[in-house]
């Protein structure tokens, strides 16, 4: 892999360089350092002084005005004793460019060991599945995941939540927890995600069945690729032959050995059509971006540009441009489907960007637009208080310079085929819709735009996928786990 960097040494580079080697650096914004995701910092016990409420928004001040993006957008004089909390004040400091929809919530203060903990092997604590809602009434699982407790209850896609309790006694109907408290009754409803809260949920299973089961939540494994259907080789119903699918749940370090062997695969069957789920992957770790673009790359050369990236100017000596590096397992596909939604976002909106001025119409969107985050994080970390500050720092562009798809890639695609994600059918299934639009796509048979008419008849009756306000890192890049 050819990656160009210069001036930062070992920064976290969340949506851009996370893969181009280096170590610890030095301090920034006072007391932080910066470090490279994967490494790990130990979490000590924290100091008094150091990590006092003031001390910290200090800190959090101090990394703005050094690293943001938009530092026009910052508050020339913004009192921090009005502020209660660390997060309350880093929201009023972005409050600006969230309302120019440019940071929509991408600046955020998290735990150094939870994001250590997830980004290396998946890790965190919950139920193992992933929820989505319609906003007023319905619960229903998009996905239940390998080693979750969810899953060995039997509680997999398209099963509904119906009622939740603390006890058999105590059920309470999700569509009165909706009514009266919203979606975030809801999720106070689902627990804490530590480990050993217990529930009690009404479900009725896809088959109509309807029982009671007792769900605790437990920390576990998160598979990148799922191993029941994260990759495979799909036969066309239609005459289309043999397609291969994979479906990334998100963007971490144990993703390297599960797309590579996706793709070595693929390879070996002769395989030159792709269809790429990514329509609930929130982004993760760019190195995995990265190779994602390389493995999708075989026919493109080590001087042919994957991404740029640039920096505000009292930063630009760090800009950097990334080639492609073809892999032994890349693969030089005529055709890419990538299946997405509202939740695609950040590292997967990176994949796609990348590969658009290569494939042009051959490259299609498939389901509905995506979220439009073009900008990535530098980490900074202030130690002692296990506080790590993800900073919008920088802006990412593909080979022909587009970017600034903040209202998502559907009008960056030159071709998409507007599909529902279809709970009734398991992922990766040609009975799905977005599947079957994908098939349909990739065979060069005709589809609905996204956009007009096919939009707004996709988005007639959406489900969302569910998610906190504040979500630990796990769902930030998992969007509705719990």
Same mark, same amino acid.
């Given at each position: 892999?050819? /990656? ?30 910066? +470090? ?14 150091? /990590? ?25 004089? &913004? ?36 994001? $250590?903990? #997830?980004? $290396? ?21 998009? *996905? ?17 939540? !119906? ?22 009754? %809801? ?15 009404? +479900? ?16 576990? $494994? !998160? ?22 699918? %994979? ?32 329509? #609930? ?9 990265? &190779? ?38 890349? @693969? ?6 990538? =299946? ?27 389901? $509905? ?5 073009? +900008?990535?994080?530098?980490? @900074? ?7 790590? !500050?993800? %900073? =919008? ?23 998409? /085929? ?28 005709? /589809? ?9 008849? +996709? ?6 996928? !569910? ?9 930030? *890049? ?5």
């Amino acid at each position: 892999m050819r /990656c160009v960097r210069s001036g930062i040494s070992g920064i976290v580079l969340a949506a851009l360089l996370a893969g181009c080697g280096g170590g610890s650096g030095s301090g920034s914004g006072g007391s932080g350092t910066v +470090v490279q995701p994967g490494a790990g910092t130990s979490s000590p016990t924290p100091t008094a002084s150091a /990590c006092t409420l003031r001390a910290r928004q200090d800190w959090i001040l101090a990394t703005m005005r050094e690293w943001y993006l938009f530092p026009e957008t910052l508050p020339a004089d &913004l009192n921090p004793s009005g502020y209660g909390t660390a997060d309350g004040y880093l929201d009023a400091l972005t409050a600006t460019a969230r309302a120019q929809g440019r940071d929509r919530y991408f600046t955020y203060l998290t735990s150094i060991a939870e994001e $250590t903990a #997830y980004y $290396t092997s998946g890790s965190s604590a919950g139920f193992g599945f992933r929820l989505t809602s319609d906003g007023s009434s319905t619960l229903t699982v998009a *996905e239940s995941f390998e080693g979750g407790n969810a899953l060995q209850a039997g509680i997999d896609r398209g099963t509904q939540i !119906l009622a939740i309790g603390t006890s058999s006694s105590d059920l309470r109907d999700v569509a009165t927890i909706f009514s009266t408290q919203g979606s975030a009754g %809801v999720q106070s409803a689902l627990g804490p995600d530590t480990n050993g809260t217990t529930r009690v949920l009404r +479900v009725r299973d896809p088959s109509g069945n309807v029982r009671t089961v007792t769900l605790a939540k437990s920390d576990f $494994t !998160l598979s990148p690729v799922s191993s029941r259907y994260g990759a495979q080789i799909l036969t066309d119903p239609n005459g289309g032959g043999r397609v291969g699918y %994979v479906n990334l749940r998100t963007f971490i370090d144990t993703a390297d050995p599960a797309l590579r062997s996706a793709f070595a695969n693929f390879k070996a069957q002769g395989i030159d059509k792709v269809i790429v789920d990514l329509r #609930y992957n929130g982004g993760g770790l760019v190195s995995i971006a990265q &190779l994602f673009g390389d493995l999708l790359g075989g026919g493109r050369a080590t001087t042919d540009v994957f991404s740029y990236t640039s920096f505000r100017p009292e930063k630009s000596a760090n800009d950097s441009t990334r080639y492609f590096g073809p892999q032994p397992q890349s @693969i030089a596909p005529t055709r890419i489907a990538f =299946i997405g939604t509202r939740s695609t976002a950040s590292a997967s909106e990176l994949v796609i960007n990348g590969m658009i001025p290569y494939f042009h119409a051959n490259l299609g969107l498939i389901g $509905t637009n995506t979220y439009g985050k073009p +900008v990535g994080q530098v980490a @900074i970390d202030k130690t002692e208080c296990d506080d790590r !500050l993800r %900073v =919008i720092a920088f802006a990412t562009q593909n080979a022909n310079r587009q970017g600034s798809y903040f209202n998502g890639l559907a009008s960056n695609v030159e071709a998409s /085929c507007a599909a529902s994600d279809d709970l009734s059918q398991p992922l990766g299934d040609v009975r799905e819709a977005s599947v079957k639009a994908a098939l349909d796509f990739v065979a060069g048979r005709s /589809c609905s735009a996204i956009g007009g008419f096919a939009l707004a008849r +996709v988005a007639a009756a959406p489900n969302a996928l !569910l998610s906190p306000d504040r979500p630990n890192t796990a769902q930030r *890049e998992v969007p509705g786990l719990f």
